[in-house]
């Protein structure tokens, strides 16, 4: 199946500072979405991405699905950052999105 | 509000005692979708939905049960829980097919099995 690579693992940020967050993915895939974990345990999707590039806020994503990666960036964090970011792919046949193992970001002031 | 809403919030029960949780969805949305999340395994999806009485197996459906007798609604039931089912879980919806459209998950459920 579908390989999803999330990097780093950690992250240790002070509040401004600038990050990107990688996904690399080893097949072709029709979706890709980013998620923030917060610190409640919510799941919350930033961005439906399978190709291209987004913005919301000093949130963007970009997606070159020929590479077969994505990458998220933050800029300007703040500590309501904080929490786990997920990468999920999908594919034409599958029945579920397939989750990497996600980065943990610590922002602090 | 468009919104996914899991409940309860967090449950503590005992081995055996049966209990469902429950998933609504407000955007008339066809998939939906359960699963859990457990330290170091990541998010494993448990059972979906395509669509009103269409339900399937996903990768860890063992011990569990799900049913769709209304498009908005999909609880998920452990008939006899244990304590290897302690987890968070969630519930999660999209308009349309599993892997082509935006997913919403709900709050989450954090269920202790003791």
């Known amino acids: 199946g579908i390989q999803v690579e999330q990097s780093p693992p950690d992250l240790i940020l002070q509040e401004g500072a600038n990050s990107t967050l990688r996904c690399n993915f080893s097949?072709?895939?029709?979706?890709l979405q980013w998620f923030h974990q917060n610190p409640w345990g919510q799941l919350i999707n930033l961005f439906y991405?399978?190709?291209g590039t987004k913005q919301n806020g000093r949130l963007s994503a970009t997606t070159v699905a020929t590479e077969r990666y994505s990458l998220l960036y933050i800029s300007s964090s703040q500590t309501t950052d904080s929490g786990v970011y997920f990468c999920?792919?999908?594919?034409?046949?599958?029945?579920?999105?397939?989750f990497g193992k996600g980065t943990t970001l610590s922002v602090s002031s | 509000e468009a919104q996914v809403t899991q409940n309860p919030r967090y449950l503590i029960t005992v081995t055996g005692k049966k209990l469902t949780v429950t998933c609504s969805q407000n955007?008339?949305?066809?998939?939906m979708s359960w699963y859990r999340q457990d330290p170091g395994l990541g998010l494993r999806q448990i059972y979906y939905?395509?669509?009103?009485?269409?339900?399937d197996k996903g990768d860890v459906p063992e011990g569990y049960k799900v049913s769709r007798k209304e498009k908005r609604n999909f609880p998920l039931i452990l008939e006899s829980p244990s304590p290897n089912q302690t987890s968070l879980y969630f519930c999660?919806?999209?308009?349309?097919?599993?892997?082509?459209?935006?997913?919403?998950f709900g709050s989450g459920t954090q269920l202790s099995v003791l």
């Open positions: 955007m008339n949305h066809e998939y």
């Open positions: 991405i399978p190709s």
């Open positions: 097949d072709s895939v029709n979706n």
């Open positions: 939905s395509m669509n009103v009485e269409v339900t």
């Open positions: 999920a792919v999908g594919y034409q046949a599958g029945t579920a999105l397939i």
């Open positions: 999660a919806s999209t308009k349309q097919g599993a892997t082509n459209e935006k997913l919403f």
